[in-house]
């Protein structure tokens, strides 16, 4: 068995040497990120996190030049402004922490930062994955701090925190106060009343009993105010636009049991049944509460997945070089934007040219060569060349901008699908009603002491809480169970949805394929060794930054070139020992390109003619092919912005019937939508920024890890892993989820069948009426939980 | 009998104190991170601040838990 890491756990690959000494002992590990941050750890003292965890931590990714210059950008004032709060010296900021594993990192993160001179106050959740940071901005800036954390193995970003989660945070208070109150208070109801029920008093006289109501009343009346308070909203909004829901029949249960409870102990006649009304409201909160926490969990995890990354550019004024935010560009104003940087606003090129990768925008991955006088547009990446360009549109009115808005649009306009507990439960309510009328009404001629207590009976045991529970667990469970396996839901429902899909729409770029150039073929026809052609083409290309570098980045590159030369949209040149080698497309070439050769797209040639043709292709996921047919029962589609060829290409290699090729965002959209209009359930999977708006409309969208920020914002489920393989495994749960929902339903519906004729026939007391409704919630609970593994 | 007359008013007086303790302790995010604290009792909180670590200090949140 091959040895574990010791800071991640995974294993060495043989080949691997890193050893540094912790707690005494000399520990391997797997490469040389985790030995750095294993080294960092010791030498600030923090070693008794080994100590400490529970589980392993995360694989330290190798220490990147770049990152103390991208955290720089985080020191900008403007920036600072919408994050951190300032008071004087002392600022304020919220950070997402990716890497915590269990509660010893939150300790290490926060005895880690202790040591910088300038912190004041760092408090780590480690549930929400988050830090609250309160730092001197004299001594310290926000980069350093940043950095510090990088330092032990972790990732902190400032972060955009939704909208919602203040008021879900709220909530969550409120709800834990009401079921804390409910909780207390209904023990003391209930040693109270248990003690006069089973006599376990002796013989009570009917003054102690008098006062015992009068206690109960007393303990009664702040759950009956505070803790259900919620109940009665609740039901006075779905009267008012007039719909019955379960809090309707809660809440004429919980007034009649308290008035007549309340007339019963000031007359000294007659029944009370406080402690029910307690372990009522108490029960009835706790599923509430439990509802509440998953969904306030889900709103956190995906808030945590929206990391700030501004984007910078770099601003010629005169003679200046000035680096600003993207944002605050004004139309007019000229930028400067190098190889390899993000063209930051849309603009026109008015110096210099270069060959820019738009696949963000348009799916389509190969490099569009742009000139002076040429529109770009924001998102677009520049591989090559360096451009002065001039601001069109600010921010505000980019393209990318516009995506982002049609995205808004179709979240809007999204189909919802009522869930079926919903709609039953409407009916089920007003039946519950009329009967306990009804009930009331045959009572009262038959005996009019007990009509009353009838009709309660009947309300709490048919309280359709079974049913409004039968969903919601089942979803949470199926929930907690796809995020162990590294598959985030951000809407609970869209799991109820997949189970119906059966219409599934796939991008290319990047989620079917790895959106970059792989070596598939080599045709030389001189019989000589690939290596030899690899090596070759390896040298020159060593010089470029085209993606089609990239894909001969894999080979050594043994010879020396002199004079390189790169000629945009073409290929490139240079000289190896005196002879001329050219690389690139068949326009470039000086010789007739051989038939043998007519498939390839990249060729090789020295100074005697064509050396040998190579195939670049994008490189199809591994699991793709394996995906595609476990998916044959639904309808897929292949829906991509790059040209047909290609498009046509991947599908056939795939075995997928039906594909589109050069679809705009809003084709895409267009597609979608005349899907949805033909009553198909649509489930998009998709990462770029032209996906976003199809991932907003599509009835559940799935988005990869590796994604852009516009698709994750816009997907319901991310596999964090970008594994495709997941989609059965959710396919999977999905289905197994709707069982366990129509089990759940069936039992809730059964139960109440069953007792209402023995509530009608009062043969049921309040207090049996109460415990039968915990015990079918119980049993949907625990039915759920069976998800879990 | 008549000593519930008093005892009772007593135990009402200790719920609320309870319950009040509790409000505060709600309003005051101790709830928001329940994996967290849970265990924080067992780590050691006051590392030595430059001396590298001894064996005995390894020890002492081992030693604390067991007292």
Redesign the interface.
């Known amino acids: 068995m091959p040895a574990k890491c010791f800071h991640c756990g995974l294993n060495i690959p043989p080949q691997f040497n890193f050893h540094t000494n912790v ?2 002992n000399r520990q391997s590990f797997c490469c040389p990120g985790c030995c750095a941050v294993a080294d960092a750890i010791v030498n600030n ?4 996190y080994y ?2 965890r ?1 589980e392993f931590a995360d694989k330290a990714s190798e220490n990147e030049d770049g990152l103390l210059q991208k955290l720089k950008i985080f020191d900008d004032d403007s920036i600072l402004q919408e994050f951190v709060e300032s008071h004087d010296d002392a600022s304020e900021i919220q950070l997402t922490i990716s890497g915590i594993n ?3 990192c ?2 290490l993160i926060e ?1 880690q930062l202790a040591k910088l001179a300038g912190i004041i106050k760092v408090g ?5 994955r988050r830090a609250s940071l309160t730092w001197n901005n004299k001594q310290l800036k926000l980069s350093q701090i940043l950095s510090h954390i990088e330092k032990i193995g972790y990732h902190a970003k400032p972060f955009q925190p939704e909208q919602h989660e203040a008021a879900f945070r709220q909530e969550n ?1 409120a709800f ?2 009401r079921l ?2 409910a909780g ?2 209904t023990m ?1 109801v209930m040693m ?1 009343n248990i003690g006069v029920f089973f006599d376990l008093f002796g013989h009570i006289d009917a003054q ?1 009993k008098q ?1 015992f109501n009068w ?1 109960s009343l ?2 009664t009346t702040p759950v009956m105010l505070y803790s259900a308070s919620e109940f009665y909203i609740s039901a006075m909004r779905g009267l008012r636009s007039r719909t019955f829901n379960m809090d309707v029949p809660i809440t004429v249960a919980l007034g009649i049991t308290y008035i007549s409870g309340v007339f019963a102990t000031a007359q000294n006649t007659g029944q009370t049944y406080f402690e029910s009304l307690c372990m009522f409201v108490f029960l009835l909160l706790i599923s509430r509460y439990l509802e509440h926490s998953a969904r306030y969990k889900a709103a956190q995890a995906s808030a945590n997945m929206l990391e700030y990354m501004p984007t910078t550019a770099t601003l010629i004024d005169g003679e200046l070089l000035l680096p600003v935010l993207a944002k605050s560009l004004k139309v007019e104003q000229l930028v400067l934007v190098k190889a390899g940087e993000l063209v930051p606003v849309d603009g026109i090129i008015i110096q210099g040219q270069g060959q820019l990768d738009q696949a963000m925008l348009t799916g389509e991955f190969d490099l569009i060569s742009k000139f002076t006088g040429d529109k770009v547009l924001a998102g677009s990446l520049n591989q090559l060349g360096t451009l002065t360009i001039k601001v069109t549109a600010s921010l505000q009115h980019s393209t990318l901008h516009q995506i982002s808005k049609l995205q808004t649009q179709a979240m809007s306009t999204k189909p919802r699908i009522a869930s079926l507990a919903d709609q039953f439960s409407q009916y089920f309510v007003v039946a519950v009603l009329l009967i306990a009328c009804i009930s009331y009404v045959v009572w009262l001629q038959i005996d009019p002491s007990e009509a009353l207590w009838v009709m309660v009976a009947i309300l709490i045991a048919t309280c359709p809480c079974a049913l409004g529970l039968a969903t919601p667990s089942a979803l949470s469970c199926a929930i907690a169970n796809l995020n162990s396996k590294g598959v985030l839901l951000k809407r609970g429902d869209a799991l109820e949805q997949i189970a119906l899909v059966d219409w599934i729409g796939l991008d290319k770029t990047g989620t079917l394929t790895e959106g970059k150039f792989t070596l598939t073929q080599c045709i030389n026809p001189r019989n000589q060794p690939d290596i030899h052609f690899f090596e070759l083409a390896a040298s020159i290309e060593q010089y470029s930054s085209h993606p089609i570098a990239r894909a001969f980045n894999q080979y050594e590159s043994p010879h020396t070139v002199t004079n390189f030369q790169s000629e945009m949209g073409k290929g490139v040149s240079g000289y190896i020992e005196g002879a001329l080698y050219k690389l690139g497309a068949a326009t470039f070439m000086d010789f007739q390109v051989p038939k043998s050769m007519q498939t390839c797209n990249v060729f090789l040639q020295s100074d005697c003619g064509i050396l040998c043709g190579f195939l670049l292709t994008d490189k199809l996921r591994p699991q793709g092919t394996a995906l595609i047919k476990s998916l044959k029962p639904y309808s897929v589609n292949l829906i991509s912005g790059d040209i047909a060829p290609i498009v046509e290409s991947v599908a056939k290699q795939l075995g997928i019937n039906n594909w589109l090729a050069e679809q705009s965002p809003q084709d895409k959209l267009h597609t979608i939508k005349q899907a949805q209009a033909k009553h198909h359930v649509v489930l998009m999977v998709g990462d770029g920024i032209n996906d976003g708006p199809v991932l907003a409309q599509a009835d559940v969208s799935i988005t990869l890890g590796a994604g852009s920020d516009l698709a994750k914002s816009s997907a319901d489920i991310v596999l964090l892993d970008n594994e495709l393989a997941k989609l059965q495994i959710i396919f999977m749960i999905a289905a197994r989820c709707k069982t366990k929902i129509k089990q759940n339903i069936g039992w809730a519906i059964g139960y109440n069948v069953l007792i209402l004729p023995l509530a009608v026939m009062g043969l049921l007391s309040p207090w049996m009426a109460v415990i039968g409704m915990s015990v079918s919630s119980l049993i949907v609970v625990v039915n759920s939980t069976r998800l879990l593994k | 009998m008549s000593s519930i007359y008093v005892l009772i008013p007593l135990a009402i007086l200790l719920v609320s104190i309870a319950i009040g303790v509790f409000f505060w302790a709600v309003k005051s995010n101790q709830f928001e991170d329940l994996e967290r604290h849970g265990s924080s009792i067992l780590f050691d909180d006051d590392l030595p601040k430059k001396t590298p670590k001894t064996q005995s200090q390894k020890q002492s949140p081992l030693n604390k838990s067991d007292e």
């Open positions: 707690l005494g003292g923090l070693e008794d100590h400490y529970s269990c509660a010893a939150g300790w005895k780590v959740n480690v549930s929400s208070k834990l106060k804390g109150l207390i208070m003391q109270l102690t006062y206690i007393l303990l």
